[in-house]
């Protein structure tokens, strides 16, 4: 790429580096922020850009279950990248400078590991994280239960928010005996499911089913599964046994859309033995 003669010296030295820091990409984004920059980078706020933080975590866990080094590296950069923008822009702001996310953040780190750069003393992992939890609480002033609970983000995806809340109000004995109960709990929560659909109640409908939800999710918890990641893994085996199902009927000179019930279940079933 030829560069061009008119861009600040700084940016310049930049472009001709092998290998950056951390300032190098923050003055790249600064640049590009910059009446000399890009029109689209200097058009953003701190909302219009919260969505492609989402979009590129998610990518970054796809590298990771890929196991794909070159992809992680990318992925990685591209997070990193999302939170560099929203710093730059909270300079542009006066609001917070990089400094402050980088020292913040430091000081977390080191302070909620008590239990390595204090005289906190655990045992296990477990311990390690009861003792991060704790230092969290603290700092955050998060004294009764209620505001504990409060705290989880509402923003994260519906099961992993629900499984969340749900672990931390059970720290409180807000919780079943055992899994039984629980599956007491399912079969009470999915007749007020199968009623409100008898009433034909909407919005009854609605909050029943968000209810079976919750407590579908209370008992993965219990059994000690991750409910998002569960969900994910059945919707790929889903998807996996579709596309067989597909096939195999294609074999027959089928068509998934025109096979009768019995038909679809058998070529269903089939693909399941595969």
Excluded at 59 to 69: H, Q, W, Y
Excluded at 232 to 251: G, Q, V
Aim: one cysteine or more.
């Amino acid at each position: 790429m030829k560069v061009r003669e008119d861009l600040p010296e700084n940016i310049k030295r930049i472009i001709g580096k092998e290998h950056f820091t951390f300032e190098d990409l923050a003055d790249i984004i600064r640049f590009l922020r910059s009446p000399q920059g890009c029109p689209w980078d200097r058009e953003q706020t701190h909302e219009s850009i919260e969505i492609c933080l989402i979009e590129e975590a998610y990518e970054l866990i796809d590298a990771v279950k890929k196991r794909s080094p070159e992809k992680m590296t990318e992925e990685a950069g591209d997070v990193i990248l999302q939170s560099v923008f929203h710093a730059v822009m909270g300079e542009e702001e006066g609001t917070f400078t990089m400094q402050e996310v980088i020292d913040a953040e430091c000081v977390k780190m080191i302070t909620r590991h008590t239990h390595i750069f204090g005289e906190e003393s655990v045992k296990d992992s477990a311990g390690a994280l009861k003792a991060w939890e704790k230092n969290k609480y603290e700092e955050k002033h998060l004294e009764s239960a209620g505001e504990r609970v409060k705290d989880v983000p509402e923003t994260l995806p519906a099961l992993l928010r629900a499984q969340k809340v749900q672990k931390r109000a059970s720290k409180f004995g807000f919780e079943f005996q055992n899994i039984e109960e629980v599956f007491a709990k399912l079969s009470e929560e999915t007749a007020e499911f199968a009623a409100a659909l008898a009433e034909k109640n909407e919005a009854r409908i609605a909050e029943e089913g968000g209810d079976l939800l919750f407590t579908a999710v209370n008992l993965l918890r219990f059994a000690g599964v991750e409910s998002e990641q569960a969900l994910a893994a059945a919707t790929e085996k889903f998807i996996s046994r579709f596309l067989e199902t597909e096939k195999l009927a294609a074999k027959d000179g089928k068509k998934l859309g025109e096979l009768s019930a019995e038909e679809l279940d058998g070529y269903y079933n089939a693909a399941k033995k595969r």
